[in-house]
Nanobody, 115 residues
Framework: QVQLVESGGGLVQPGGSLRLACVAS????????VGWFRQAPGKEREGITC???????FYADSVRGRFTISRDNAKNMVYLQMNSLKPEDTAVYYC?????????WGQGTQVTVSS
């Protein structure tokens, strides 16, 4: 069955960096666009980035220039490099199949940006 499992979250100070990883299984990664969305307490889900089958990338204004999505189809991995983190980036981050419209996603990984 389709599975996506995230890792790499944690507590980081403002201005710091984290790299999230997502291992995909149950489907051929290079046949799909994949992305990341996040959800903070009391807020709506926010699609922040995705990468298409041809490696074209899309970013929400809130993360453009600070976050970078990448994929390694041979390893069935999707990555999210997050730099210059801000307190407002605090959320649970989810890896998902699709680009802003998702059919499968993982259990999420918590990212907390605080001093």
């Amino acid at each position: 069955q389709v599975q996506l499992v995230e890792s790499g979250g944690g507590l980081v100070q403002p201005g710091g960096s984290l790299r999230l990883a997502c291992v995909a299984s149950g489907f051929t990664l290079d046949d799909y666009a994949v992305g990341w969305f996040r959800q903070a307490p009391g807020k709506e889900r926010e699609g922040i980035t995705c990468i298409g089958k041809s490696d074209s990338t899309f970013y929400a204004d809130s993360v453009r220039g600070r976050f970078t999505i990448s994929r390694d189809n041979a390893k069935n991995m999707v990555y999210l490099q997050m730099n210059s983190l801000k307190p407002e980036d605090t959320a649970v981050y989810y890896c998902a199949r699709g680009c802003y419209h998702y059919d499968y996603w993982g259990q999420g990984t918590q990212v907390t940006v605080s001093s």
